[in-house]
Every structure is written in C-alpha cells, then in structure tokens.
Nanobody, 121 residues
Framework: QVPLVESGGGLVQAGGSLRLSCAASGRSFSTSAMGWFRQAPGKEREFVAAIWSGGSIHYTDSVKGRFTISRDNAKNTVYLQMNSLEPEDTAVYYC???????????????WGQGTQVTVSS
C-alpha cells in the first residue's frame, strides 16, 4: 500500500475556511486521478471532488462554488480548499488516489487515514 497522509483538518466556525493537503509517497500519481471523499457520522462515505492528470475536475453538487481541488505533481500532493463551510460539511475527509468509476460514483485504489473537519454553527 502506498501511504497517503492527509493534514489540515480542524474545528472552524460556519462561514470559515480550511485547506486540506494529501501527500503521497512511495510512487508518483501524476498520471492518475486523485480526489477527496468524506464520511459523516452515521452516513456512507461520499465523493467530494476529483482531479485528473490532464486537469479535468469534478465536484459533487453540494460543494460547487465553495470547494476547490488542485494538485502539485512535483510534490505528489493534492489539496482541497474549503470556503464558506457549513455545519453539514462536518465529516472525516479522506484522500484517495488512482480513482476509478463504479456505480455512478468513484472509488480509489489507495486511501489515506482521514482527517476530521468539524464546522460549528
């Protein structure tokens, strides 16, 4: 398994911002899609955003206009800038690499351990 290490989670008030980072080591993912998922208590893990090697980007509807995904292939790192955070964004956020489509969503072959994001009202 290739380790993916997330950082940047924390507690923020509604309307605030956080920037998540995910650093990969062991191999390059410059030619693979990377993305972010989240899992709220009592809910299934859901897709948030993905970025492909060619620069194409896809977001789930609930974060469009508020979240921005980007990547730095030289650093083997993917980022998620989260603005205008809402209490409904509270979840554990997971980074994933080498994404593939399944059942009208996405999954990854590699996963990080997750970072908690808590948005207070």
């Amino acid at each position: 398994q290739v380790p993916l290490v997330e950082s940047g989670g924390g507690l923020v008030q509604a309307g605030g911002s956080l920037r998540l980072s995910c650093a990969a080591s062991g191999r390059s993912f410059s030619t693979s899609a990377m993305g972010w998922f989240r899992q709220a208590p009592g809910k299934e893990r859901e897709f948030v955003a993905a970025i492909w090697s060619g620069g194409s980007i896809h977001y789930t509807d609930s974060v469009k206009g508020r979240f921005t995904i980007s990547r730095d292939n030289a650093k083997n790192t993917v980022y998620l800038q989260m603005n205008s955070l809402e209490p409904e964004d509270t979840a554990v956020y997971y980074c994933a690499a080498d994404l593939y489509p399944i059942n009208r969503t996405w999954r990854g072959n590699y996963w990080g351990q997750g970072t908690q994001v808590t948005v207070s009202s």
